[in-house]
């Protein structure tokens, strides 16, 4: 299952100091409508799904200073808006960032390295536009 799952409609929580490792699917999972929440300071590796996956309506978070490495993807954003990805060390995943039907995101100042297939994917976009800047992808 997932290492730290937060769904059902929980608003403003906070996710911070852990290490979530060696999961069967995603470290962290935001979904159904877990929105406004910051995500900061986690370890999250080694798990088979992606390292952290927001999805359905878990908007508006911020996702920082985390590091994400050895997992499927680093962070996937799915029908996601207005959520911030910012200074995190994503590294030696299959991706590091995956967006998919997702619009009005912020992805900056990130370090991305060591992914095998791709740093930044932006797939399906939603209708307002993805924002990324600052990125260092080696």
């Given at each position: 299952?997932?290492?730290?799952?937060?769904?059902?409609?929980?608003?403003r929580g906070r996710i911070e100091?852990?290490?979530?490792?060696?999961?069967?699917?995603?470290?962290?999972?935001?979904?159904?409508?877990?929105?406004?929440?910051?995500?900061?300071?986690?370890?999250?590796?080694?798990?088979?799904?992606?390292?952290?996956?927001?999805?359905?309506?878990?908007?508006?978070?911020?996702?920082?200073?985390?590091?994400?490495?050895?997992?499927?993807?680093?962070?996937?954003?799915?029908?996601?808006?207005?959520?911030?990805?910012?200074?995190?060390?994503?590294?030696?995943?299959?991706?590091?960032?995956?967006?998919?039907?997702?619009?009005?995101?912020?992805?900056?100042?990130?370090?991305?390295?060591?992914?095998?297939?791709?740093?930044?994917?932006?797939?399906?976009?939603?209708?307002?536009?993805?924002?990324?800047?600052?990125?260092?992808?080696?």
């Amino acid at each position: 299952g997932h290492g730290l799952e937060v769904a059902g409609w929980t608003k403003r929580g906070r996710i911070e100091n852990n290490e979530v490792r060696n999961n069967g699917q995603a470290g962290v999972h935001l979904t159904g409508g877990s929105g406004a929440m910051v995500v900061r300071r986690n370890r999250v590796w080694g798990n088979t799904g992606p390292g952290m996956q927001l999805q359905s309506g878990s908007s508006r978070t911020v996702v920082t200073d985390n590091e994400v490495h050895a997992n499927a993807v680093g962070v996937v954003l799915t029908d996601q808006q207005q959520t911030v990805v910012a200074a995190n060390q994503i590294h030696n995943n299959r991706r590091a960032v995956r967006l998919s039907n997702a619009g009005g995101n912020y992805i900056f100042g990130n370090q991305l390295w060591d992914n095998w297939q791709t740093g930044l994917r932006v797939w399906m976009p939603g209708v307002l536009p993805n924002y990324g800047q600052n990125n260092i992808v080696k």
